[in-house]
């Protein structure tokens, strides 16, 4: 992997007094994540702004992660993610999937619907997990199949305490399209939406991604990366009445997969 000597010369490379770490490390992950924070191209400007942080020595950090395929310099001069990243988010994600088969396998004895695991990935959603419902009548989500958020329960549970002016902004980026004719297609019945999302604590797709499919939706608190659960069933299975004693069911696995993720990324 190509390196800049500038890496090795900055006095910011040194082990922080604090933590035992790199500080150059810590900054180039800082940057990084403020770049996808802001739709993943910025000027140097904007995060010295956001970072504190004097502009030659972003300039230097970004100057390493240019070279080592991070980060991407636009004609424009401005920077933008590179596409080292997408194999290390790949990975990430196939693993984080793997760690919540057994939280997904036990919503389904619980529940006795198919069980998924969903990210926000940029505007979209990603399914990373699923354990399918044993019944023969049931519904099946490919891990990898992206959607967008404003027609699915897990895309509501995940934006559910999102800033209203962020929420609008995605959903200008991707326009709101409907998938069924009972899916949501206006920014103010998606935030209405979500305001019930945070009032009752989970998030109902009632046949707006697909017809006869109803699908309840929790976000997994505190996440190492925004992540939310959920079943999916016909809909004249997963009724209101059924949805009383579900969602109790998926609030605890949550729950405990979220200590289960964050007892594997170190403090």
Not at 96 to 114: H, K, N, S
């Amino acid at each position: 992997m190509p390196t800049s000597s500038a890496s090795t010369t900055d006095a910011s490379a040194k082990p922080t007094a604090a933590g035992g770490g790199v500080q150059s490390l810590e900054r180039a992950f800082d940057l990084l994540e403020r770049m996808a924070d802001a739709g993943g191209e910025v000027g140097l400007s904007e995060l010295s702004a956001a970072s504190g942080l004097p502009l030659p020595t972003i300039h230097r950090l970004m100057r390493t992660l240019v070279a080592c395929g991070y980060v991407r310099q636009q004609p424009n001069r401005r920077y933008s993610l590179g596409p080292r990243l997408i194999r290390l988010g790949e990975s990430a994600s196939r693993l984080l999937g793997t760690w919540a088969r057994p939280y997904l396998a036990r919503l389904v004895e619980e529940t006795g619907e198919t069980a998924n695991m969903a990210l926000l990935d940029g505007d979209e959603i990603v399914y990373v997990a699923q354990v399918p419902s044993k019944h023969s009548m049931r519904m099946f989500t490919e891990v990898g199949r992206r959607v967008l958020p404003h027609s699915t329960g897990v895309g509501k549970a995940l934006l559910a305490h999102t800033p209203a002016e962020e929420v609008r902004a995605l959903l200008a980026r991707t326009g709101m399209p409907a998938a069924t004719e009972k899916t949501i297609t206006t920014p103010e019945g998606f935030l209405e939406a979500l305001e019930k999302v945070r009032k009752t604590g989970y998030a109902v797709d009632d046949n707006e991604q697909e017809i006869g499919v109803r699908c309840l939706a929790v976000s997994v608190p505190n996440s190492p990366t925004a992540a939310a659960i959920s079943i999916s069933g016909p809909a004249g299975r997963v009724t209101q009445e059924v949805a009383e004693s579900f969602v109790p069911i998926l609030q605890g696995v949550a729950a405990e997969l979220s200590v289960a993720l964050q007892s594997q990324t170190p403090a």
